[in-house]
């Protein structure tokens, strides 16, 4: 089989709401809306959002200078998500031919501060959803709601509980995001996470993107995640290699969002870690985590990259294709209907 011919059919288990809209979406709502914007230009304000590597920044740069303060804001509100998530998941499958997508999001993270009703602000990430699964029979999706590591106990039990009220409608897990904050302990959460499993809900958590590997083994130590978001900390230490392995955990790797965001030093390292994983049995997935905000960091993009870059070679990469699609948190398959209805 031709490696084209797998690139025909990709799973995207780790993208981000903020960071799957395009800029043009973004420019038309922002306009629709009457926000001002940093830039007036549109061009101008694709430049000052996009990351590159001529313009890379910390993961805690970006995220307090534009991810927080500029995608959230424009992404927030009934119309804003509606629109943003439907263009996310068509666009997806037209141009990348993904045909299994799982995005996710913090949903207080886009209802203006409380302004907007939560319950709608969920309703219309759910009719984004749905409206593309009508029109893209082929593609399969589902919506991953994220805790927040600055969050309050309080507010992230209220986000698991509307995990599993609107789980029939296609929440099909839970996350834990953002960079640490002093006081977060996954230990804290473990009752949480059993209710949520309790009631269906898969689980995934952001670790070993930036923290060290003693925040992955508190993590499957304490609540043990069906997959971690990164993770490329891991690849450093062999007695937790194993440990992944053993309990079958799929990492979530990020390979050019690492790199825009100095998460792994350069290309050798990225190189270094995906091999080493392979090596060890740790199974890993290909994904984008900012598809749209990362120059040329669309899924096909990224594949492409690792097969030019030799980090892994097309059989390599099949076998990682195919354990994104193992890994899924959705529950229907290929043959069935890709509604929750």
């Known amino acids: 089989m031709e490696i084209q011919d797998s690139l025909k059919h990709l799973p995207e288990l780790h993208a981000h709401i903020s960071s799957s809209i395009a800029p043009h979406v973004y420019w038309h709502i922002a306009n629709s809306e009457g926000y001002k914007l940093p830039k007036r230009d549109y061009h101008e304000f694709v430049d000052h959002v996009v990351l590159s590597p001529d313009r890379k920044m910390t993961l805690k740069e970006y995220l307090d200078n534009i991810y927080h303060p500029i995608l959230n804001k424009l992404s927030a509100g009934a119309l804003a998500l509606e629109k943003g998530v439907y263009e996310t998941f068509g666009g997806a499958y037209r141009s990348n031919n993904i045909t299994l997508y799982e995005l996710r999001g913090n949903p207080m993270k886009h209802n203006r501060e409380g302004q907007v009703d939560l319950d709608h602000a969920i309703m219309a990430m759910l009719r984004g959803m749905e409206r593309a699964l009508l029109e893209y029979p082929k593609l399969r999706a589902g919506l991953i709601f994220c805790l927040d590591r600055q969050f309050t106990f309080e507010q992230n039990q209220i986000i698991v509980e509307k995990a599993i009220k609107y789980k029939r409608r296609g929440v099909i897990g839970i996350d834990f995001s953002n960079y640490n904050k002093q006081g977060f302990h996954f230990k804290d959460y473990t009752a949480l996470v059993a209710k949520a499993r309790e009631n269906g809900l898969k689980v995934t958590a952001h670790s070993g993107e930036t923290d060290d590997t003693n925040d992955i083994w508190e993590c499957i130590e304490s609540i043990n995640p069906d997959r971690i978001g990164h993770g490329v900390k891991a690849a450093y230490d062999k007695k937790l290699m194993k440990e992944l392995a053993s309990r079958k955990i799929t990492l979530e790797v990020c390979p050019l969002s690492n790199l825009m965001t100095k998460a792994v030093k350069d290309d050798a390292a990225m190189e270094y870690i995906l091999k080493t994983f392979y090596d060890n049995g740790v199974q890993f997935s290909i994904n984008t985590d900012w598809p749209e905000t990362i120059e040329n960091g669309h899924l096909r993009d990224q594949y492409q990259y690792i097969l030019e870059k030799k980090m ?24 069935e209907s890709n509604l929750y209805l």
């Open 312 to 335: 892994l070679n097309e059989d390599q990469i099949r076998q990682v294709i195919e354990w994104g699609f193992n890994a899924t948190f959705i529950p229907m398959k290929e043959k």
